[in-house]
């Protein structure tokens, strides 16, 4: 299994497309907190908002939904390169339990999550010393832990969703669909349904109120902060049904299909 993790970590961290996307990402964030203190700057009447708080460039890596969008991109391009590639039936027939390359691909994409996110902060905290320059305070103070778990509550819901993405790749076999669901994700278009379904739920039970979107890990991920305990009890265990319900899912369905 070990071979198989470092085989999947070598392959992922050589793949053009992770490395261009990784830097596109971060360099989004830069531009973006940057450009918008040069805004502020500008505008007298908003000029209070320079004040930066440090905890907020950790427990919010990332800015835009576009960036989110890459990252699922980039794990939908690492999950399916195997089978794009052609390569997927000389790995199954190296390994006793064809299990173990979804195992594998799991742990990988993890990682390449935690990745993308660490680097997404670390272009936060250098744009925020940056637009110092541009007259701006940087606040620290003592709820720096609280957002590094909130960073790593955010990561493990990106990887709820990336378990997703993974079934749909190796469960199902299609990337187009798994582009479709990552797109779907990173824009948080799926607020639309869980409003009907909310709406739906509300006049069939007769509740005051209901809100699907507090348990599902793709609306979870922008709304989830430890500091002030804000649906955390429900994203730890939205994301951990998710990983393991999709998880499963993967191991049957590629454990039963033949690999062409």
């Avoid at 007259?135 to 590094?148: K, Y």
């Avoid at 990561?155 to 969703?161: P, Q």
């Avoid at 669909?177 to 409003?195: D, E, P, R, S, T």
């Amino acid at each position: 299994m070990s071979k198989l993790i470092k085989m999947d970590l070598r392959r992922m961290l050589n793949a053009k497309l992770f490395r261009v996307l990784l830097i596109i990402t971060a360099s989004l964030n830069l531009v973006f907190l940057i450009g918008g203190m040069i805004f502020i700057k500008m505008v007298p009447e908003i000029q209070s908002s320079m004040n930066i708080s440090f905890a907020d460039q950790i427990s919010v890596p990332v800015q835009l939904s576009l960036m989110s969008i890459m990252i699922y991109m980039s794990v939908v391009s690492f999950s399916y390169a195997d089978f794009a590639g052609g390569y997927i039936k000389n790995l199954a027939g190296q390994v006793g339990d064809r299990g173990k390359l979804v195992i594998s691909k799991f742990v990988v994409m993890a990682i390449h999550n935690f990745i993308f996110l660490f680097v997404c902060s670390i272009a936060n905290i250098v744009a925020a010393f940056i637009s110092i320059f541009l007259g701006s305070t940087i606040e620290f103070g003592a709820d720096i832990l609280p957002a590094l778990l909130t960073f790593l509550l955010k990561w493990l819901l990106v990887t709820a969703l990336g378990s997703i993405l993974i079934f749909i790749t190796n469960g199902i076999r299609s990337k187009t669909f798994a582009v479709i669901m990552g797109v779907i994700f990173g824009a948080g278009a799926l607020n639309l349904l869980y409003m009907g379904v909310n709406f739906g739920v509300m006049n069939v039970l007769r509740l005051k109120e209901f809100n699907i979107s507090d348990y599902m890990p793709d609306q979870l991920v922008s709304s989830v902060d430890v500091a002030t305990n804000t649906l955390v009890l429900n994203g730890v265990i939205a994301a951990i049904v998710c990983i393991a319900l999709f998880l499963a899912l993967t191991l049957k369905l590629f454990k039963s299909k033949d690999i062409k």
